[in-house]
C-alpha cells in the first residue's frame, strides 16, 4: 500500500494564480501636501486606501491632462482640499502589482503641493478608509512605498531650503 503524499493535504490551500496574459503601462499623478502646523511643524496629509495602505493622494492621469493637472483634480477629489500651490515636480517612482491576468507597470509623478485656506476640512472619498494629517516623521513611518517615501524625504528637504 502506498502511503499519500505528505503535502497533498496542503494543496487546497496553495492555488495556483493564472498566468500573466498581458501586460500593462499605466500612468498617475498625485502629490506630497503639506502645511504648517499650529505650532509651525510640517503636517503631511495621507490617505488611507480600502486595503488599509497609508499613501498620498494620487489617481489616473485622464485623456488631455497633463500630470500637474491630475495631481490638483485628483487631490480635490480624494481629500476635499479646494485650494493648494502645485509648487513643483519632486520626481516619479515606479512599481509593479498584479491584476487579474495583468502585470500593471504603474509610473507615478510625484509634486510638491502646499495647502491653503482651510485645509481642516478634510472630506475622503467612499472608497478610503481613511484620511488625516500627520507629522512629517509619522507621515513617514505611515507610507508602505519605498518610492513615495524617497520622494517625501526629497519634499522636505526642499521645504526647509526654501522656507515654505
Given at each position: 500500500?502506498?502511503?499519500?503524499?505528505?503535502?497533498?493535504?496542503?494543496?487546497?490551500?496553495?492555488?495556483?494564480?493564472?498566468?500573466?496574459?498581458?501586460?500593462?503601462?499605466?500612468?498617475?499623478?498625485?502629490?506630497?501636501?503639506?502645511?504648517?502646523?499650529?505650532?509651525?511643524?510640517?503636517?503631511?496629509?495621507?490617505?488611507?486606501?480600502?486595503?488599509?495602505?497609508w499613501?498620498i493622494?494620487?489617481?489616473?492621469?485622464?485623456?488631455?491632462?497633463?500630470?500637474?493637472?491630475?495631481?490638483?483634480?485628483?487631490?480635490?477629489?480624494?481629500?476635499?482640499?479646494?485650494e493648494?500651490?502645485?509648487?513643483?515636480?519632486?520626481?516619479?517612482?515606479?512599481?509593479?502589482?498584479?491584476?487579474?491576468?495583468?502585470?500593471?507597470?504603474?509610473?507615478?509623478?510625484?509634486?510638491?503641493?502646499?495647502?491653503?485656506?482651510?485645509?481642516?476640512?478634510?472630506?475622503?472619498?467612499?472608497?478610503?478608509?481613511?484620511?488625516?494629517?500627520?507629522?512629517?516623521?509619522?507621515?513617514?513611518?505611515?507610507?508602505?512605498?519605498?518610492?513615495?517615501?524617497?520622494?517625501?524625504?526629497?519634499?522636505?528637504?526642499?521645504?526647509?531650503?526654501?522656507?515654505?
Amino acid at each position: 500500500m502506498k502511503s499519500p503524499q505528505p503535502f497533498n493535504k496542503f494543496k487546497k490551500y496553495f492555488k495556483r494564480k493564472p498566468a500573466i496574459q498581458d501586460i500593462l503601462r499605466e500612468t498617475t499623478a498625485g502629490g506630497v501636501v503639506f502645511r504648517r502646523g499650529k505650532k509651525g511643524e510640517v503636517e503631511i496629509l495621507l490617505a488611507q486606501d480600502a486595503k488599509d495602505r497609508w499613501t498620498i493622494p494620487k489617481g489616473h492621469i485622464e485623456p488631455g491632462e497633463t500630470p500637474r493637472q491630475t495631481a490638483e483634480r485628483e487631490i480635490q477629489e480624494e481629500t476635499g482640499l479646494k485650494e493648494m500651490d502645485v509648487l513643483n515636480h519632486l520626481g516619479k517612482t515606479q512599481f509593479r502589482y498584479r491584476r487579474q491576468n495583468s502585470l500593471v507597470l504603474m509610473t507615478m509623478h510625484v509634486f510638491l503641493v502646499r495647502a491653503k485656506g482651510d485645509s481642516d476640512k478634510l472630506i475622503k472619498e467612499e472608497w478610503m478608509n481613511g484620511i488625516g494629517w500627520f507629522p512629517f516623521a509619522e507621515a513617514l513611518d505611515k507610507i508602505e512605498y519605498e518610492g513615495i517615501e524617497k520622494l517625501m524625504l526629497l519634499a522636505s528637504k526642499q521645504i526647509r531650503q526654501q522656507k515654505l
